[in-house]
Nanobody, 125 residues
Framework: HVQLVESGGGSVQVGGSLTLSCVASGDTIGRYCMGWFRQIPDREREGVAGIESDGSTSYADSVKGRFAISRDNAKNTLYLQMNSLKPEDTGLYYC????????????????????WGQGTQVTVS
């Protein structure tokens, strides 16, 4: 099993940048598919960015070109670099991990992932 803890959220002005981190413990993430998701109240959780064990990345159309997901397996840490932030980026951001033992519904689907962090709030205004 793996535990995930996000950090780096906060308030930022429109057009600003923010970097989120997700530190994993309990297992090494090298073999995991990792992802960032966000949730706005009264909306379903949305896939933002995903990175597979081979390093391939996927992005939601709404963030492509502005966000970058990366992983540092030596530090057991996942990152999300967010640039040119917009008010619609506001939400609770979750880190997620999957080892491939369950359902695969794509790298940006919440149903793909088994392990979740507690979330970190990002507010853009």
């Amino acid at each position: 099993h793996v535990q995930l803890v996000e950090s780096g959220g906060g308030s930022v002005q429109v057009g600003g940048s923010l970097t989120l981190s997700c530190v994993a413990s309990g297992d090494t993430i090298g073999r995991y598919c990792m992802g960032w998701f966000r949730q706005i109240p009264d909306r379903e959780r949305e896939g933002v960015a995903g990175i597979e064990s081979d390093g391939s990345t996927s992005y939601a159309d709404s963030v492509k070109g502005r966000f970058a997901i990366s992983r540092d397996n030596a530090k057991n840490t996942l990152y999300l670099q967010m640039n040119s932030l917009k008010p619609e980026d506001t939400g609770l951001y979750y880190c997620a991990a999957d080892r491939g033992s369950g359902q695969w519904d794509g790298p940006l689907s919440p149903r793909t992932f088994n392990y979740w962090g507690q979330g970190t709030q990002v507010t853009v205004s």
